[in-house]
């Protein structure tokens, strides 16, 4: 019995090309978490943050409710990191790319940040997509929370441990005295297939085994988003040739 | 006639112009001798030396100074009283801050601080109810107040000042006046509540092994683990960061923050920084340790 088969796992699904005043868009829903990205690039840049051999990169993270705050600089640094590398950079130099991520709903609970983490990198992927901003692989990234099981529970680990992959507010809130560790991962993909780990971020408390076990887990649940992500490309381009069809 | 003159003169530049001007190259220059070293002459997993000092700010529940290699942390613990009810998640506040700085807060500043805070929360360093004032509707709050004086961004430093300030502080006993009351939340009075100048309490932690953050660097191509990254230099050459906050020993693991850049990060990189991880805290722990014990603590 995998971790997989037990844990309950929220559907994702994408849309993008909805907004017209930007290059690229894109929006993606996964739990209770919705977030919208728009990716403009490559435009033009300031003097000032202009690079001589490559593109500038701009990254801007707008909360659901209240003032930005450091939160969302933590978001926004985590995001750059993961796409530092992904997008072709010195193809476009002297140029901005300019990514504007709008949490619409965040859902995580009042402590987390996992969900809206994850959601942003997927759906900031979607948008450069859209875009077509040259990236040099996929990216795909989900949040997996360990949780202490009530006795009359069923666990999948020894030692009454259950698994959320990518749960709902409401989930999230259930569990959350009990919450063990949390963990965001985000995996590079090529043709498909798992290439290397990007980023991830563990918090809580948990062993060496526990982080590692996590990774493995993430790196499956990151090979099915990024067949989501492909459904929903395909659809995509199906839809924006219509016209074809006589 | 004279002789021809070279068409160019050969440019000498300093050492120093040369890091800077092309950090990639000057770093690559040391880490491909054999045995690899550091412009710092370090080897790839030896640490910077760490000083600790306690209790050397007045006015303080407790503080610290920090320094490890180049890079400076000062912490102030202080305190202040609120409504129980009004209590958040969290029974300590952070910010860092860099001294002498002007103007907003760089976003990385935000960032380390944000990372702190959210840090803080989740390793439970100290059990918030024993700052709860008895027989009132009210508990103190303690703030921390990082300042870093140098110009580099070091969350390690600034998160061990944190502990170290934690470790030596003292919760002075809360007095109930009986001259002064005060509107609660439920529009009760109560006793405004003082501090005794005299009597001081210990700040009970959670741990007996103190929860440090060590950071690693994972060099491209060769996949060269290096263990505490300094520097314009190691950061603009070293892409791939692994950051761990644990204890020493067998305990769990309370953070590990991880980017890839464009190095490709193993397992075996994974299980070999949290061992050196463990090691180095092992090695704070008693450095604090002799620290407080020789009496700069108390």
């Given at each position: 019995?995998?971790?997989?088969?037990?844990?309950?796992?929220?559907?994702?699904?994408?849309?993008?090309?909805?907004?017209?005043?930007?290059?690229?868009?894109?929006?993606?829903?996964?739990?209770?978490?919705?977030?919208?990205?728009?990716?403009?690039?490559?435009?033009?840049?300031?003097?000032?943050?202009?690079?001589?051999?490559?593109?500038?990169?701009?990254?801007?993270?707008r909360?659901?409710?209240?003032?930005?705050?450091?939160?969302?600089?933590?978001?926004?640094?985590?995001?750059?990191?993961?796409?530092?590398?992904?997008?072709?950079?010195?193809?476009?130099?002297?140029?901005?790319?300019?990514?504007?991520?709008?949490?619409?709903?965040?859902?995580?609970?009042?402590?987390l940040?996992?969900?809206?983490?994850?959601?942003?990198?997927?759906?900031?992927?979607?948008?450069l997509?859209?875009?077509?901003?040259?990236v040099?692989?996929?990216?795909?990234?989900?949040?997996?929370?360990?949780?202490?099981?009530?006795?009359?529970?069923?666990?999948?680990?020894?030692?009454?441990?259950?698994?959320?992959?990518?749960?709902?507010?409401?989930?999230?809130?259930?569990?959350?005295?009990?919450?063990?560790?949390?963990?965001?991962?985000?995996?590079?993909l090529?043709?498909?297939?798992?290439?290397?780990?990007?980023?991830?971020?563990?918090?809580?408390?948990?062993t060496?085994?526990?982080?590692?076990?996590?990774?493995d887990s993430?790196?499956?649940?990151?090979?099915?988003?990024?067949?989501?992500?492909?459904?929903?490309?395909?659809?995509?381009?199906?839809?924006?040739?219509?016209?074809?069809?006589? | 006639?004279s002789?021809?003159?070279?068409?160019a003169?050969?440019?000498?530049?300093?050492?120093?112009?040369?890091?800077?001007l092309?950090?990639?190259?000057?770093?690559?220059?040391?880490?491909?001798?054999?045995?690899?070293?550091?412009?710092?002459?370090?080897s790839?997993?030896?640490?910077?030396?760490?000083?600790?000092?306690?209790?050397?700010?007045?006015?303080t529940?407790?503080?610290?100074?920090?320094?490890?290699?180049?890079?400076?942390?000062?912490?102030?613990?202080?305190?202040?009283?609120?409504d129980?009810?009004?209590?958040?998640?969290?029974?300590?506040?952070?910010?860092?801050?860099?001294?002498?700085?002007?103007?907003?807060?760089?976003?990385?500043?935000?960032?380390?601080?944000?990372?702190?805070?959210?840090?803080?929360?989740?390793?439970n360093?100290?059990?918030?109810t024993?700052?709860?004032?008895?027989?009132?509707?009210?508990?103190?709050?303690?703030?921390?107040?990082?300042?870093?004086?140098?110009?580099?961004?070091?969350?390690?430093?600034?998160?061990?000042?944190?502990?170290?300030?934690?470790?030596?502080?003292?919760?002075p006993?809360?007095?109930?006046?009986?001259?002064?009351?005060?509107?609660?939340?439920?529009?009760?009075?109560?006793?405004?509540?003082?501090?005794?100048?005299?009597?001081?309490?210990?700040?009970?932690?959670?741990?007996?092994?103190?929860?440090?953050?060590?950071?690693?660097?994972?060099?491209?191509?060769?996949?060269?683990?290096?263990?505490?990254?300094?520097?314009?230099?190691?950061?603009?050459?070293?892409?791939?960061?692994?950051?761990?906050?644990?204890?020493?020993?067998?305990?769990?693991?309370?953070?590990?923050?991880?980017?890839?850049?464009?190095?490709?990060i193993?397992?075996?990189?994974?299980?070999?920084?949290?061992?050196?991880?463990?090691?180095?805290?092992?090695?704070?722990?008693?450095?604090?340790?002799?620290?407080?014990?020789?009496?700069?603590?108390?």
């Amino acid at each position: 019995m995998t971790v997989l088969d037990t844990a309950r796992r929220s559907a994702a699904s994408a849309t993008t090309s909805f907004l017209y005043r930007v290059d690229g868009s894109a929006s993606w829903k996964v739990g209770t978490s919705h977030i919208i990205v728009s990716v403009s690039g490559p435009i033009e840049v300031n003097k000032r943050d202009e690079l001589p051999d490559v593109a500038t990169v701009e990254i801007v993270v707008r909360p659901d409710t209240g003032v930005t705050s450091t939160r969302e600089q933590f978001l926004q640094d985590r995001i750059r990191k993961v796409f530092a590398t992904v997008i072709v950079l010195d193809l476009h130099p002297r140029t901005l790319i300019q990514i504007v991520v709008q949490i619409v709903q965040s859902g995580d609970s009042k402590m987390l940040n996992t969900m809206t983490l994850s959601a942003s990198i997927n759906a900031t992927y979607m948008a450069l997509l859209d875009a077509g901003v040259p990236v040099r692989s996929t990216v795909s990234a989900t949040s997996i929370i360990y949780y202490k099981t009530q006795a009359d529970e069923v666990s999948s680990w020894p030692g009454g441990v259950g698994v959320l992959i990518d749960p709902s507010r409401t989930e999230l809130e259930r569990i959350e005295q009990d919450i063990m560790s949390v963990h965001t991962v985000a995996y590079e993909l090529k043709g498909g297939k798992i290439e290397r780990l990007v980023l991830s971020e563990s918090v809580g408390s948990f062993t060496e085994d526990q982080v590692l076990e996590a990774y493995d887990s993430a790196a499956k649940i990151c090979q099915s988003t990024n067949e989501t992500m492909r459904e929903a490309v395909i659809n995509g381009v199906q839809q924006k040739s219509r016209w074809r069809e006589t | 006639m004279s002789e021809l003159q070279p068409f160019a003169e050969t440019l000498s530049s300093s050492p120093q112009l040369f890091a800077r001007l092309l950090p990639t190259v000057y770093f690559d220059k040391y880490i491909s001798l054999d045995p690899p070293i550091r412009p710092s002459l370090r080897s790839p997993t030896q640490f910077r030396p760490c000083r600790i000092n306690t209790s050397a700010l007045p006015n303080t529940f407790g503080s610290s100074v920090v320094r490890m290699g180049e890079c400076i942390a000062v912490c102030g613990i202080t305190g202040y009283i609120i409504d129980s009810s009004e209590a958040g998640p969290s029974a300590l506040y952070t910010n860092v801050d860099i001294v002498g700085r002007t103007g907003p807060p760089q976003s990385e500043l935000m960032s380390v601080s944000e990372w702190m805070y959210e840090t803080a929360l989740a390793a439970n360093l100290f059990d918030p109810t024993q700052l709860k004032i008895e027989d009132t509707a009210q508990t103190l709050v303690l703030q921390a107040q990082v300042q870093l004086l140098s110009q580099m961004y070091s969350g390690d430093v600034a998160w061990a000042a944190l502990l170290a300030a934690l470790a030596v502080t003292r919760i002075p006993k809360p007095v109930l006046a009986d001259d002064e009351e005060t509107l609660t939340a439920d529009f009760a009075t109560e006793p405004v509540v003082r501090f005794s100048t005299s009597e001081t309490r210990k700040l009970e932690l959670n741990y007996d092994s103190l929860p440090w953050c060590i950071n690693f660097g994972v060099m491209e191509g060769t996949g060269l683990v290096l263990a505490d990254l300094e520097g314009r230099v190691e950061e603009a050459s070293v892409q791939g960061s692994i950051t761990i906050v644990t204890s020493a020993g067998e305990s769990s693991i309370q953070n590990l923050s991880l980017s890839a850049g464009n190095s490709v990060i193993s397992k075996d990189h994974i299980r070999q920084c949290i061992a050196l991880a463990k090691r180095r805290a092992a090695e704070l722990d008693s450095i604090l340790k002799t620290q407080i014990h020789n009496g700069n603590g108390l």
